[in-house]
């Protein structure tokens, strides 16, 4: 069982930053996959950016690219999401993915508001 608690978010101005953090339980945090996803009002939930467990390749949605850095530090069990020069189509909840075979966890969120 992994528990993921997400934290960073707020309102920030347009070209403005933010950094989200995700701190998971569990002492197999590094053999899981970890991924941010966001979903804005009466949009589906989208994947922003995905880390792989043992190489660390990232993967980032197209819109974000450039802007936006997924990092880990297994040591303390967090997954990071830098965002920068942040858009107000940035705006949704963001949420925190573990993932691992069958094994799928979600963190409650947290809300990103960019105002412009």
């Known amino acids: 069982q992994v528990q993921l608690v997400e934290s960073g978010g707020g309102l920030v101005q347009a070209g403005g930053s933010l950094r989200l953090s995700c701190a998971a339980s569990?002492?197999?945090?590094?053999?899981?996959?970890m991924a941010w996803f966001r979903q804005a009002p009466g949009k589906e939930r989208e994947l922003v950016a995905a880390?792989?467990?043992?190489?660390?390749?990232?993967h980032y949605a197209g819109s974000v690219k450039g802007r936006f850095t997924i990092s880990r530090d297994n040591a303390k069990n967090t997954v990071y999401l830098q965002m920068n020069n942040l858009k107000p189509e940035d705006t949704a909840v963001y949420y925190c993915?573990?993932?691992?075979?069958?094994?799928?966890?979600w963190g409650q969120g947290t809300q990103v508001t960019v105002s412009s």
């Open positions: 880390i792989s467990w043992i190489v660390r390749n990232t």
């Open positions: 993915n573990a993932k691992k075979m069958i094994s799928d966890y």
């Open positions: 569990g002492r197999t945090f590094s053999s899981y996959a």
